[in-house]
């Protein structure tokens, strides 16, 4: 008996949403998602070594019902362009969260004690 087939758009941190195709029942145990996933963590390390990025790198994973998968179709599909565009999207979402708690921490009087 052949599995059904089931359509889930999916994004990470703020990029674009994919649409993914998925023979199994839960999306996040897809080998595709595995994938990406290590993808994302390896080239976010490699380029922001000091920290964990877990939240750009989780999906966020929305089930579309079978009968709606029309409405879907100008969706990018989930490939390997998909996850290049991605790790860029993600890039910069970091870039940009650290060059603001750049700025809070020179902000005047960053390092005063409380009194």
């Known amino acids: 008996m052949a599995q059904e087939k089931h359509l889930y758009i999916v994004s990470f ?4 949403k994919y649409r993914m195709m998925y023979d199994g029942d839960r999306a996040e145990r897809s080998p595709l998602l595995t994938e990406v996933e290590s993808q994302l963590n390896d080239y976010l390390k490699q380029e922001f070594p000091e920290d964990s990025y877990t939240y750009y790198t989780t999906p966020r994973i929305v089930p579309i019902e079978w ?4 409405e879907y ?16 999207v993600l890039a910069h979402e ?7 708690n750049r700025l809070d ?5 960053a390092d005063a004690p409380l009194d």
């Open 105 to 109: 921490r020179n902000a005047p009087y």
């Open 67 to 70: 009968s709606d998968r029309e």
């Open 94 to 100: 970091i870039r940009d969260m650290n060059a603001i």
């Open 13 to 16: 941190g703020d990029s674009r």
């Open 73 to 88: 179709m100008d969706y990018p599909e989930l490939d390997a362009k998909a996850i290049e565009e991605i790790k860029k």
